[in-house]
Nanobody
Framework: VQLQASGGGLVQAGGSLRLSCAAS???????????MGWYRQTPGKEREMVAV???????KYEDSVKGRFTISKDNTRRTVYSQMNSLKPEDTGVYYC?????????WGQGTLVTVSS
């Protein structure tokens, strides 16, 4: 099963983007069992957690995005989203989606978000 990430782009500071990560071929019962998240990587830095949503829909956010980003998932569409509002230049980076289960872990291919000042 592959994860297909999309939604990145170039936006001015203060703007919004919505990232999507689809696992269209995943069996629903398997989808339910994953904790899902979005991670960001910038040059010279390690990949860092931005937002995660657990299988029971508990969410967790990196401090700098709290109140601006919202992670959600749609079981019917087998898709996890990150709604990103009030974007700042420091949000710039390649965003990767991640599905983590008890015995497996999947990564999407990354989508570039560039926020201009």
């Amino acid at each position: 099963v592959q994860l297909q990430a999309s939604g990145g782009g170039l936006v001015q500071a203060g703007g919004s983007l919505r990232l999507s990560c689809a696992a269209s071929r995943m069996i629903l019962s398997v989808f339910w069992g994953y904790d899902m998240g979005w991670y960001r990587q910038t040059p010279g830095k390690e990949r860092e957690m931005v937002a995660v949503i657990s299988s029971d829909r508990t969410t967790k956010y990196e401090d700098s995005v709290k109140g601006r980003f919202t992670i959600s998932k749609d079981n019917t569409r087998r898709t996890v989203y990150s709604q990103m509002n009030s974007l700042k230049p420091e949000d710039t980076g390649v965003y990767y989606c991640n599905f983590k289960g008890a015995n497996s872990e999947l990564w999407g291919q990354g989508t570039l978000v560039t926020v201009s000042s």
